[in-house]
Each structure stands twice: as C-alpha cells, then as structure tokens.
C-alpha cells in the first residue's frame, strides 16, 4: 500500500511539474516575435565571423520589438519563400532588407518606410561595361524572389541581355562575378556598397541604377493590430534617435526615413 501511495505521489508530482513546464514556456513563446531573414544578406542580416546573426536590421529589430516588451528571435528561412512563411504563421514578421512592391502590397502588410535602397549594377573593376546599354549580350546574375529581378525585367536593356542567372543568396551570384560566371549582377546598394568596403579593389558600380525602394517590414495580412503595435514602436526608436545611432554604426551616416 505504500508502494502504491508513494507511487501516485511521484506521478502526481510529476504531471504538476510538467504543467508548470509547459505553462512557462507557453508564456515565453507569447512573449516572443518570429522575425524571417536572409542569414547572408550583408550588412541588414547575416552571419559573422563567429556564425553570430548581426546587422543593421537585426539591431533595428531587436531596438524596436524590446520598445514593445517582446523578444526578437530571428528563424533564417529561404528568402524565395517569405510570404509562404509569414501567412502559414511560421514567422510573424519579415524584416531583413524587405523592399515594397506592389505585388507584395497584395500579400502582405507593410510598415511606413524607414530606409531607401536602390537596385544597381556590380561588376568587376576591370571590366569594360560602361552603362546599362553595355549589358547588352552580357550574362546577368541577381538573387532569386528579388526585387532585383523586378528591377532588371523593367529596364529597356532587359529584353537584350544573353541571359539572367538566379542565385539563393547575393554571396553565390557575387561569387560567380567574381569567377566571370556571370559579367555583372543586380543588387541592393547597400549590399554592395557593403561588400567594396571589404573588397575594395574588386567591384565598382555603374552611375546609372535601376529602381529606387524603400525597405519596411512585412506583417500577416489581416494582423492590423500588430502592424499598429509595431509602427508604434518604430516611431518611437526613430524619435529618440536609436534608430539613427544604429544607423550610424552600420553605414557610418544616419539613413533613417523620418
């Protein structure tokens, strides 16, 4: 019998212990914002030296989701497949170098604007393309799902190019520049703007780009009172000048959209 008792005890015990359990990490996943980003998009979100996630996204993010009393956890997912993510509710919101377009506007919800980009044209510096006529019969490379290939495709030069080569990340499309795989490839400015402060004697840019954009971040549709928290939050990181301070340390002036 007091086998018996002892034993019920310990399953007693054990359930109450496993409600606890489960009760706190409930809370904690409530308490949390699954961010969506390219872990190889340099410098909004990628990983360094130490396979750390860093960048000026993941700062302005972290900044803005503590302003809301929530943590940041950032899921890298394929980039090719962000809005399937977002409403399938395997991430909440897509931050990471995320540009407006009227395509995504049909899919998702956007926060105000708090950077502008441009798409241009990389090459190597010793190459002979000049402008965006010169890409005629060239082969072209840019990251797939981008909005670099929306960019390209409305140019006058898009129906002249040889051929467009699509790439996972921007690192593979500009390791195949730089092994002339491809004569040049279509990127955000500050990606690569990024990469010639590292590799300053390898790439340069031509004078003409192809689209400007402005970055915000993207929520589920139908989830308006979290895209109302959040904006809330972001305007209050840009009015103490957080956001500014980050901007700074990542390209070194204040880029931030008032």
Same mark, same amino acid.
Do not use: H
């Given at each position: ?89 395997? #991430? =909440? ?7 407006? *377009?009227?395509?995504?506007? %049909?899919?998702? $919800?956007?926060? +105000?604007? @708090? ?76 990606? #690569? =703007? ?7 004697? *390898?790439?340069?840019?031509? %004078?003409?780009? $192809?689209?400007? +954009?402005? @970055? ?43």
């Amino acid at each position: 019998m007091k086998r018996l008792t002892t034993l019920l005890i310990l399953l007693i015990t054990i359930s109450l212990l496993g409600a606890c359990s489960t009760n706190s990490s409930d809370k904690e996943k409530e308490n949390q914002l699954i961010i969506g980003i390219d872990d190889a998009f340099a410098p909004m979100g990628f990983r360094d030296e130490d396979n750390e996630i860093v960048g000026f996204d993941i700062d302005l993010a972290k900044a803005v989701i503590e302003e809301m009393g929530k943590e940041a956890v950032f899921q890298p997912i394929d980039w090719g497949s962000k809005e399937t993510e977002l409403q399938s509710g395997r #991430i =909440d919101l897509i931050w990471n170098g995320y540009t407006v *377009t009227e395509e995504r506007k %049909e899919k998702v $919800l956007f926060t +105000e604007p @708090y950077l502008a980009n441009s798409q241009v044209v990389a090459i190597l510096k010793d190459s002979d393309i000049k402008s965006l006529s010169d890409l005629a019969g060239k082969s072209v490379g840019l990251q797939a799902q981008s909005s670099a290939s929306n960019a390209l495709n409305g140019s006058d030069i898009a129906s002249e190019i040889k051929d467009v080569s699509e790439y996972k990340t921007n690192v593979l499309a500009l390791q195949d520049l730089d092994s002339g795989r491809v004569d040049a490839i279509v990127i955000d400015e500050v990606v #690569i =703007d990024y990469y010639m402060t590292i590799k300053p004697d *390898t790439y340069k840019v031509l %004078e003409e780009s $192809l689209a400007p +954009e402005l @970055y915000a971040v993207g929520v589920k549709k139908g989830n308006d009172e979290l895209l109302e928290e959040l904006q809330k939050a972001m305007d209050e990181v840009i009015a103490n000048g957080t956001a500014a301070a980050i901007s700074e340390k990542w390209f070194g002036e204040d880029k931030i959209l008032n």
